[in-house]
């Protein structure tokens, strides 16, 4: 039977879904601009400045909710929360989107209902590594790849999310379990998981942006 540690599988796989019809309507439409160069140079131009753009969106937002996570931690440790209840009153008092959309998320009872919610996450085209393939692979059309080997990105994609989802709600079951003892552990944990998204963030659209930057006004040597 299904178990709580098959939601990050069913989240993946309708991520993934997402990222392989893109990447293949991506591809087509790479192809059929046939050989017009300049179509291809600012398609390409157009796609990299709105990915690095992107990324650094993402990672200026995930700083806030960082930010917010910090003096959620700060006021339930002031206020020695150390059971489940008060801290997860805390948290979902702690921002708009948590009081708009809580409703919503007492909709998915099941481990499967979470692909039709992957699938439409990633519609929003918001996770670093979601934006980086596509960008990749348009790259990789343009310069003459076939389809097939195109879409041995997303296969990558795919199989590297589910392994990873599919390990982490395994952790998160244990983390969640472990957080009875101390719920504070769940702050931390999320605490971590959010830095590391902001720091690959960062990274990733940075250098898509110096890389932007060097290609454009013909920089070499050194840091480009």
Do not use: C
């Not at 969106?57 to 206020?79: H, K, Y």
């Not at 199989?159 to 982490?168: E, N």
């Amino acid at each position: 039977g299904e178990t709580p540690r098959s939601v990050g599988l069913y989240f993946a796989l309708g991520h993934s879904t997402v990222v392989v019809v893109a990447t293949m309507l991506l591809a087509f439409g790479v192809v059929s601009l046939g050989g017009d160069s300049l179509l291809k140079e600012i398609g390409g131009l157009i796609g990299t400045s709105v990915s690095a753009l992107f990324l650094l969106v993402i990672a200026a937002i995930n700083l806030a909710i960082f930010a917010g996570l910090w003096r959620t931690f700060r006021t339930a440790r002031e206020q020695g929360l150390h059971d489940a209840a008060g801290l997860d009153r805390l948290l979902a008092h702690r921002g708009l989107l948590a009081r708009l959309l809580g409703p919503m998320f007492r909709l998915v009872t099941k481990p499967w209902h979470m692909y039709p919610l992957g699938f439409l996450f990633g519609l929003g085209f918001d996770t670093a590594t979601e934006i980086g393939l596509l960008s990749i692979s348009a790259s990789e059309a343009a310069r003459g790849a076939s389809l097939a080997d195109i879409l041995v990105f997303p296969a990558l994609f795919a199989s590297g999310m589910a392994l990873v989802d599919t390990a982490d709600s395994a952790l998160m079951v244990s983390a969640y379990r472990w957080a009875f003892v101390d719920p504070m552990r769940k702050l931390w944990y999320n605490l971590t998981i959010t830095g590391a998204s902001v720091a690959v963030a960062l990274f990733i659209g940075g250098v898509e942006a110096f890389g932007l930057i060097s290609d454009r006004l013909g920089l070499s040597g050194g840091m480009w």
